[in-house]
């Protein structure tokens, strides 16, 4: 019997007079992989940081395998973590140095042997030796994603983790996100506007506009809902509506 890996009651998260989210309410079950779909500023990145505890709810409750981000965020980033097409590490160092610094931060047993199997996992480890800030966007990208992985997290949030990936490259971190799932249970909360990668991953989606949850469910059953020929089409026309 699977568990409740994420409960989102009523969540909502003001700026001033701006709503970025809007009596938000969700579940994401164990070793599910959702994916969060809107166009940009539907409230998808704040809701992330809102379950990473990063930002404060301004009302409702966040619930992550039982735990509160509130009173326990430093249990629940010890079983999660983060990675995003859009973030940036320290640029001075190599590769490696950062993901020995990030293995530390995690307490990982035998670091070098993981960082050299998720690098050659996601074929950069010839770039181990490589000043980061020399990396090109899709070599960042991938960087990021070896350092998500490191703890080998229960859950997962990736915030357009193919972003700046080559077709093959982003077919393969797909390819490998899946594996993790089936050999370890890894739940996946996903942001992406690429609609064939959120097809091929996705048990299910939520689609937001203006901080609100406007459908969700499997992406075919949605696709044939809403009469539409795909997910791109689908997305066009609620972002359009």
């Known amino acids: ?26 579940t994401v079950m164990e ?20 379950l990473l505890g990063l930002l404060t709810p301004s009302s409702g409750s966040i619930r ?39 293995s530390r931060l995690y307490q990982v047993k035998n670091p070098e042997k993981k960082i050299l199997s998720l690098l050659n996992q996601l074929e950069i480890a010839h770039l181990q030796n490589k000043i980061t800030g020399f990396l090109s966007a899709g070599e960042l990208t991938r960087t990021c994603l070896c350092k998500a992985l490191l703890n080998e997290p229960r859950l997962l949030f990736l915030d357009e983790p193919t972003a700046g990936l080559d077709p093959s490259i982003a077919d393969k971190v797909c390819e490998l996100l899946l594996n993790l799932r089936r050999e370890t249970g890894l739940t996946i909360v996903y942001t992406s506007h690429n609609m064939r990668d959120v097809e091929r ?12 949850i406007i459908t969700q469910g499997i992406p075919l059953e949605i696709v044939r809902q809403f009469k539409q020929k795909s997910l791109e089409e689908l997305f066009i026309q609620l972002v359009r509506k």
């Open 31 to 50: 070793s599910e992989i959702v994916g969060f779909l809107g166009a940009n500023g539907a409230g998808k990145t704040t809701l992330i940081h809102l």
């Open 1 to 26: 019997m699977q568990d409740v890996a994420i409960e989102v009651k009523d969540l909502r998260k003001e700026f001033g007079k701006v709503v970025a989210v809007d009596q938000v309410s969700f």
């Open 201 to 212: 991953l996705c048990d299910r989606i939520i689609f937001m506009k203006s901080g609100k």
């Open 64 to 102: 992550i395998f039982g735990l509160s981000p509130a009173s326990s965020r430093r249990e629940i980033l010890s079983f999660s973590n983060f990675a995003s097409g859009y973030t940036s590490l320290p640029s001075n160092l190599t590769v490696k140095e950062n993901l020995l610094v990030f």
